[in-house]
């Protein structure tokens, strides 16, 4: 196995194994790809377990898998997978119908979608490797149905709430209550995403959206750490205050290692990079602390509790990477990998869903698989003249 190093001038890990670094015109051999392709992705383009039900599918992990195999180049498997999540999560019409969160086999046995609603981050991850498969690609059919969905997001995931502005909801049925208390996932939102978005849709409401991300993470307590879930209440007309989310209080934990690992992969030269690093190092000193992550945190107290999975650290690569750690980030990137590696060598059993896709995102990243541009412009190795084997 190639020993990596970590290298913040290069701003990558470098391959110290020879030939890492391949002739002009090969196409990326992408194995972290591969292994989760074949052991989450049917033939059909569905992804398994990517719910806490067994065989059963999200569209967030149809999402994620998207945008990884438009990083991987895989042509094929990108069509399959839209193709699948556009016939059985949107009706087929995603200019009319968000995709479905939840699908999989009912109590009378049936194959179908089991929770209308929509997950706002899976449907912006959607919009986002379509538009960038057209783009890379030369796909309008993608492009097409990219912008129908970004309408009905805007229709049906984003409002204004007083004090605050254009707000993206998690979903449209569900995050909003009686006393005017409205429920906002800081995970959702990944900036390079909305960067992108804004240009594609300079009209629509992105930018601001970009804005709260640093506003989100301060607001949820002073202690530097992301919380899960944030509440927001109108106290009038025109203004409003942030406060503990009425059903998953004060914890950050599964959702809020999303917030660092976007974080950490957005272009330093994003004019919210260096606040929203800032505005986390909650999470730096509780790591450097013990060498791992923690599993949970309180956001108002700063206490923390538990070892995280490996998940986490996989994550958190990019994250210390852009913060100039490199000794967190490389023992984090150790953590991760090894989990990869045994399993794949059939050392251990197989990692959960969750924890391969974080690691799928900070590893790729951290290897130079793929980055973000200050216009949220995916860069994937393939597009260059040069490529990459990742092992």
Not at 363 to 373: E, K, Q, S, V
């Amino acid at each position: 196995m190639a020993r990596r190093l970590l290298s913040l001038c290069a701003g990558a890990l470098l391959f110290a194994a020879s030939g890492a670094l391949q002739a002009a015109g090969c196409a990326v051999e992408w194995a972290h790809w591969q292994h989760f392709a074949t052991r989450w992705i049917q033939p059909d383009g569905r992804v398994l377990e990517s719910s806490l039900e067994k065989n059963h599918t999200t569209s967030e992990g149809q999402s994620y898998a998207l945008f990884f195999a438009l990083v991987a180049n895989d042509r094929e498997r990108f069509d399959r997978i839209w193709r699948w999540s556009r016939e059985n999560l949107a009706g087929n019409d995603p200019h009319s119908i968000l995709p479905a969160w939840h699908w999989g086999q009912g109590k009378d046995g049936r194959w179908q979608v089991q929770d209308a609603n929509s997950a706002s981050d899976a449907d912006l991850w959607f919009v986002y490797a379509l538009l960038e498969a057209d783009r890379l690609w030369g796909r309008p059919a993608y492009k097409a149905d990219a912008l129908g969905l970004l309408e009905q997001v805007k229709k049906q995931e984003v409002t204004n709430l007083p004090g605050l502005g254009a707000v993206l909801l998690p979903g449209p049925i569900g995050f909003s209550h009686i006393g005017h208390l409205w429920r906002i996932n800081p995970s959702y939102q990944p900036l390079p995403l909305l960067r992108r978005l804004a240009a594609v849709d300079p009209g629509g409401p992105w930018k601001d959206i970009a804005g709260q991300t640093v506003t989100l993470v301060r607001e949820s307590g002073s202690h530097g750490f992301a919380a899960d879930w944030v509440g927001y209440r109108a106290v009038s007309e025109t203004a409003g205050l942030f406060t503990s989310d009425p059903m998953k209080g004060d914890t950050g934990s599964y959702d809020a290692i999303r917030v660092y690992l976007w974080a950490g992969m957005t272009d330093p030269r994003d004019p919210l990079a260096a606040d929203l690093l800032d505005s986390l190092s909650g999470m730096a000193r509780a790591t450097a602390s013990t060498g791992l992550p923690p599993e949970k945190v309180d956001v108002r107290t700063g206490t923390v509790e538990g070892h995280s999975p490996t998940g986490f650290s996989g994550a958190l690569v990019p994250f210390f990477m852009a913060r100039k750690q490199p000794w967190l980030a490389e023992l984090q990137y150790q953590r991760a990998n090894e989990a990869l590696v045994q399993w794949q060598a059939g050392a251990a059993a197989p990692p959960l869903y969750y924890d391969y896709m974080l690691s799928m995102f900070g590893l790729g990243w951290a290897d130079n698989i793929y980055r973000f541009d200050e216009d949220g412009r995916l860069q994937p190795y393939w597009e260059s003249s040069c490529s990459i084997i990742a092992r």
